[in-house]
């Protein structure tokens, strides 16, 4: 059981727009610890996504936004392409753990 | 441009230690103020930090896993490794390492991953 909730799966047909949520809690994200997003492509390491809630690392299109509210966060992607089929990992810090929490991942799949 | 690149044995027998090295090239240990970390993913399963060492040696770990792992560095080699004791198949996964900007905050980037199956 992952600390923070993502659902495990969403779909969306080509060109339309998705969200994924993180849910977390009062230790972690609604601690005020950033939500940062990965995509892992099949067959291939995670790659970073989005970091600090809402900022795109060079490179990433911005069809990519991220967005955090209390004790949430989500990731959306617009014109959806079926190069975005992969799985989508949120992740923070949890002050009483002490440590990196991940989302159990959400699969993503392009109609 | 940094990379990582995870090395060691793919196989290890029940109860004995899982020992992993992460090659850095394009930077150092030393410089940075960031963290070294070690992620691992179970087989069609989501990602579990493991923990990560600081540039001054400073070790943090996954509670769940404490009593059992160490993280170490070699800053002269460019490397840091992981070690996980008393392994069991559920120690079955596929592990990364990465570089986490700090403490508390994302990992970029992260080498390709070694898998390592525990069995006699």
């Known amino acids: 059981q992952s600390v923070l909730t993502q659902p495990p799966s969403v779909s969306g047909a080509p060109g339309q727009r998705v969200t994924i949520s993180c849910t977390g809690t009062?230790?972690?994200?609604?601690?005020?610890?950033?939500v940062h997003w990965y995509q892992q492509l099949p067959g291939t390491a995670p790659k970073l996504l989005i970091y600090?809630?809402?900022n795109r690392p060079s490179g990433v299109p911005d069809r990519f936004s991220g967005s955090k509210s209390g004790t949430s966060a989500s990731l959306a992607i617009t014109g959806l392409q079926a190069e975005d089929e992969a799985d989508y990992y949120c992740?923070?810090?949890?002050?009483?753990?002490?440590?990196?929490?991940f989302g159990g991942g959400t699969k993503l799949t392009v109609l | 441009q940094v990379q990582l690149q995870e090395s060691g044995p793919g196989l290890v027998k029940p109860s004995q230690t899982l020992s992993l090295t992460c090659s850095i090239s394009?930077?150092?240990?030393?410089?940075?103020?960031?963290?070294w970390s070690w992620i691992r993913q179970h087989p069609g399963k989501g990602l579990e930090w493991i923990g990560y060492i600081n540039s001054f040696g400073s070790t943090y770990y996954n509670p769940s896993l404490k009593s059992r792992v160490s993280i170490s560095a070699d800053t002269s080699k460019k490397q840091f490794s992981v070690k996980l004791s008393s392994v069991t198949a559920a120690d079955t996964a596929l592990y990364y390492c990465?570089?986490?900007?700090?403490?508390?905050?994302?990992?970029?980037?992260w080498g390709q991953g070694t898998l390592v199956t525990v069995s006699s």
């Open positions: 600090g809630n809402s």
């Open positions: 992740q923070s810090y949890d002050i009483s753990l002490s440590g990196v929490v």
């Open positions: 009062s230790s972690n994200i609604g601690a005020r610890y950033d």
């Open positions: 394009g930077g150092s240990i030393s410089s940075g103020g960031h963290y």
């Open positions: 990465a570089r986490g900007y700090d403490r508390t905050n994302w990992f970029d980037p």
